[in-house]
């Protein structure tokens, strides 16, 4: 028997799907013998598997992400695992790593997230790899929220969906990978997390809004978002913004009534800089928050987090612009 312990989650997702004769997807009734497929994941580890929940990740919800690590919390109490591996839908899967990112931060231990774009029953699948090689990475001493895809695996709080129908449909546009499956398992571990800073972490508020800025947008629109205890505006390039006094009165309203407006761009390679062109500078100077290199699930988690954690308002802005889990660069 292999010497390390891992626990493998099963939440949902096309990796536990069958093909209907129409060709859509369907969840399996019974997921319970997911891997009697794949007896060849004992020689890594001695394996425990658990189903949590069943369905498809566009059903995911923030209960889900506190169910999620409280479940993790509990059995990493009772010492019984080296490594945790969950399975989980593609569509929100960086939603769901970049929340536990947060909410397990502190824990030391391997948690490597994964999933598939074709059914783990069906020939041509890339769940087989993406599962012995979950395995494999949750066995190293790699201590953070990770997610494995197509031979490469990255930190949970940079990765994106990027291809709904190639192998490598998970990237990290801000963060080098963390290792990569060849001949050889390369560990990078200078790329590794080093360290978290403390930050409250209890619950996630539901008042956060996206929006998408677009040339001929309609700005009385933005009233429809008054409401919003957050919002994260997508603007253009290095986060810039039309130079047009109703955003400008709109962000100021904002603010006064105590909500935090944050800036980032449609780009995802790079980092934010407000202080480059004419828009982004007067909003900077009402007092929007710059969301550096965070990818845009990130920001949005994130926000969702401090505003349902944080005692003050000045204490989610100030942790909200920090590195707390490695998802924002500090340095660049
Ligand atoms: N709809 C699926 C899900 O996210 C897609 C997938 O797993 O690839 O659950």
């Not at 004769?21 to 060849?40: F, H, N, R, V």
């Amino acid at each position: 028997m292999a010497a390390n312990k891992i626990k493998i989650i099963y939440t949902g997702g096309t990796i536990g799907m069958v093909r209907n004769a129409d060709g859509s997807l369907s969840l399996l009734q019974e997921p319970d013998d997911l891997l009697a497929s794949l007896p060849e994941l004992h020689q890594l580890a001695d394996i425990e598997f658990e189903v949590i929940s069943n369905i498809d990740s566009s059903d995911m919800t923030a209960a889900h992400w506190l169910r999620l690590a409280a479940h993790i919390r509990n059995a990493d109490a009772q010492g019984d695992s080296n490594g945790y591996v969950i399975l989980h839908g593609t569509d929100t899967l960086p939603y769901t790593a970049s929340a536990l990112s947060f909410l397990l931060a502190g824990l030391r231990k391997p948690v490597v997230i994964t999933g598939s774009q074709i059914p783990l029953c069906a020939v041509r699948t890339d769940a087989r790899t993406n599962l012995i090689d979950a395995v494999e990475l949750a066995t190293h001493d790699i201590p953070e929220v990770s997610v494995l895809f197509n031979s490469k695996l990255m930190r949970g709080n940079r990765v994106q969906k990027v291809s709904i129908n190639r192998y490598h449909a998970m990237h990290s546009p801000n963060y080098p990978y963390l290792a990569e499956l060849g001949l050889r398992v390369e560990v990078r571990r200078d790329n590794i997390l080093r360290k978290v800073k403390s930050f409250p972490a209890t619950g996630f508020s539901s008042a956060v809004a996206c929006l998408q800025l677009f040339p001929g947008f309609d700005l009385e629109l933005l009233r429809a978002y008054d409401a919003c205890q957050a919002i994260i505006l997508r603007g253009f390039g290095p986060g810039n913004v039309p130079q047009d006094q109703r955003l400008f009165a709109w962000i100021e309203g904002m603010i006064a009534r105590g909500s935090v407006v944050a800036l980032t761009s449609q780009a995802t390679l790079g980092s934010i800089d407000l202080s480059i062109y004419g828009g982004s500078r007067r909003a900077l100077a009402l007092g929007v928050l710059s969301c550096h290199d965070m990818t845009i699930e990130t920001c949005i988690v994130k926000m969702m987090l401090l505003l349902g954690s944080c005692a003050t308002k000045a204490e989610a802005e100030e942790l909200f612009c920090s590195s707390l889990v490695g998802e924002l660069t500090t340095e660049i």
